[in-house]
T-cell receptor, first 110, second 115 residues
Framework: QQPVQSPQAVILREGEDAVINCSSSKALYSVHWYRQKHGEAPVFLMILLKGGEQKGHDKISASFNEKKQQSSLYLTASQLSYSGTYFCGTEIQGAQKLVFGQGTRLTINP | EPEVTQTPSHQVTQMGQEVILRCVPISNHLYFYWYRQILGQKVEFLVSFYNNEISEKSEIFDDQFSVERPDGSNFTLKIRSTKLEDSAMYFC?????????????FGPGTRLTVT
């Protein structure tokens, strides 16, 4: 039931792009993306509802492919502040909870 | 900007003792959650709460755990008899009146250490 994230870790230089994927074996109602910095609480990034929409703000965007039950998070022209662990949280319709993936650790080097 | 607050930030307790973790959700939010995160691992759902009752709970949330909204502002998680494996960061979250699971806002967490 836990979504699977890939890759587990990414190391980039500032300005490079990254894609983080989140796949589920179950039919999803929504996918939530969070970023967590070391020792801090997860911070909400965006939510995507079923319907295959794409969202974004600044240089971070995401898509949700309902047919594949997969969401992807795109970080373009990465900044040092993007470093952290990214979690996808998935919601199955009718279930009042988010199930999180294992996280993707993103390191941005100058 | 409104935020979720949690107290204490760190709690050390002995195995077998009861602990109560406190949270003050964002004031106009209606949906409340507890999650835990064992060091270096993923965030795990414990329980969701709406309209003064539990909406959903995970397998982790056994009879040792209980939640309460005692006064309309606080939201508490009680662990009756702590075990070593309860050591983790506990996050409270709340979401607003647009419906369940919209933009869950997380508090800063309470680090629970069971010795």
């Amino acid at each position: 039931q836990q979504p699977v994230q890939s890759p587990q870790a990414v190391i980039l230089r500032e300005g490079e792009d990254a894609v983080i994927n989140c796949s589920s074996s179950k039919a999803l109602y929504s996918v939530h993306w969070y970023r967590q910095k070391h020792g801090e609480a997860p911070v909400f990034l965006m939510i995507l509802l079923k319907g295959g929409e794409q969202k974004g703000h600044d240089k971070i965007s995401a898509s949700f492919n309902e047919k594949k039950q997969q969401s992807s998070l795109y970080l373009t022209a990465s900044q040092l502040s993007y470093s952290g662990t990214y979690f996808c949280g998935t919601e199955i319709q009718g279930a009042q909870k988010l199930v999180f993936g294992q996280g993707t650790r993103l390191t941005i080097n100058p | 900007e409104p935020e979720v607050t949690q107290t204490p930030s760190h709690q050390v307790t002995q195995m077998g003792q009861e602990v109560i973790l406190r949270c003050v959700p964002i004031s106009n939010h209606l949906y409340f959650y507890w999650y835990r995160q064992i060091l270096g691992q993923k965030v795990e759902f414990l329980v969701s709460f709406y309209n003064n009752e539990i909406s959903e709970k995970s397998e982790i949330f056994d009879d040792q755990f209980s939640v309460e909204r005692p006064d309309g502002s606080n939201f508490t998680l009680k662990i009756r008899s702590t075990k070593l494996e309860d050591s983790a960061m506990y996050f409270c979250a709340s979401s607003g009146d647009r419906g369940p699971l919209y933009e869950q806002y997380f508090g800063p967490g309470t680090r629970l250490t069971v010795t």
